[in-house]
């Protein structure tokens, strides 16, 4: 079903959304306040849910195994109960009685059941506490993680991860913006493909809609629009784009994978590129040799989010060695410009090349 159709019962029954109330995830934390923005209509039954899950995730009593069995089969019994019930039930809060139909209540229920017996939630374990790197807006970042891999955030971009990571459990971080990665292998020597490693072993980024998986690689993310990017310099990448089962898209070195809603069927494509154009603004130099004029306009927009069109299309066969700014988006296009012997015009995102 799909969520602009949800009631207050499929809130409650959505694992995400589970996730989102409870704060265990900040994957959910992230996407449902997105979503209810965009749909404003489901506020009403969005927020009687999540206050049903924050209400439920109050309770700290210890249970034993046992009495966890024997709670799921009163509300099992509670359930089989109410079916035969006709008149609404009223449920109520410190705040306001609040009546509601029987499949509401029925839909708590299981989902009540579930914290019991199913997800251990009766007795909530102490919420996982994240860290945040945030880049400023004038210069990168470096950041370097509890693994020992090392990280460098574009301006703007925001980095959030758990602040403990465990031996041999999966390390995972969340990426707003754009970034580089080198992540430290910690696989066994012997494994090197990541679409047959453990899970214990991967790292993974989660980009928007992507899921990024590695063991050890270099690798840039640009996640500054609709249509996210993964350039891999060196090793191997898995990568997958939404829900459900899916195979996953691999890449090799020298190639960028986009992600494109609008093809649904298949959302993810690759080509090959120039690598080392793409990371170039870690350093603060991007260096060129005998590199097509068109591989390194397509760089430049893909990693700046910038729009770049040539009157002449004679540009577009040329070839050019040298060095660029890579910092510094102005004099880039200014040396660019000189080096092509144009003008060059920018209006916000959009640069001429005239």
């Known amino acids: 079903m799909k969520y602009s ?95 509601v139909p029987y499949g509401w209540v029925a839909a708590l229920l299981l989902v009540v059941g579930l914290l019991v017996a199913g997800l251990g939630l009766w007795r909530r374990p102490a919420t996982a506490t994240y860290t945040h ?45 754009d970034a580089y990665f080198d992540v430290a292998h ?22 928007g809609p992507l ?25 191997q990448i898995a990568l997958t784009a939404g829900r459900g089962p899916q195979k996953p898209l691999l890449l090799k070195p020298g190639e960028l994978a986009v992600y494109n809603a609008a093809t649904p069927a298949a959302p993810l494509s690759k080509r090959p590129v120039q690598a080392a154009l793409y990371s170039a603004w870690t350093s603060g130099q991007l260096d060129f040799t005998d590199t097509p004029v068109p591989e390194i306009i397509a760089a430049l927009q893909d990693t700046y989010g910038i729009q770049i069109s040539v009157h002449n299309p004679g540009l577009l066969r040329q070839k050019l060695t040298g060095s660029l700014p890579g910092n510094d988006l102005e004099g880039m296009l200014a040396a660019l410009g000189k080096s092509l012997d144009v003008n060059v015009h920018r209006a916000g995102k959009q640069v001429s090349l005239d």
Request: charged share 20%.
């Open 211 to 235: 899921d990024i998986a590695v063991l050890g690689t270099q690798f840039t993310v640009f996640n500054h629009n609709t249509r996210p990017e993964v350039v891999l310099n060196s090793g």
């Open 5 to 99: 159709h949800y009631s207050t019962e499929d809130f409650l029954a959505d694992e995400s959304f589970q996730a989102y109330a409870l704060g265990s995830d900040p994957a959910a934390a992230q996407f449902w306040p997105q979503w209810l923005a965009q749909h404003p209509a489901q506020a009403a039954d969005f927020q009687e849910a999540a206050a049903l899950l924050e209400q439920l995730a109050g309770q700290r009593l210890p249970v034993s195994a046992q009495l966890q069995k024997d709670e799921a089969a009163k509300l099992r019994q509670r359930i089989r109960e109410m079916a035969g019930a006709r008149s609404q039930p009223v449920l109520r809060s410190g705040r306001r009685a609040q009546r």
């Open 133 to 177: 790197y945030t880049a400023p807006a004038g210069a990168p970042r470096p950041v370097v993680l509890p693994d020992g891999s090392r990280v460098v955030l574009q301006a703007n971009a925001k980095l959030t991860l758990a602040t403990t990571w465990q031996p041999g459990r999966a390390r995972e971080v969340w990426l707003q913006g």
């Open 186 to 207: 910690t696989a066994p020597t012997a494994l090197k493909a990541v679409a047959l490693a453990p899970g214990n072993v991967k790292f993974t980024v989660h980009a």
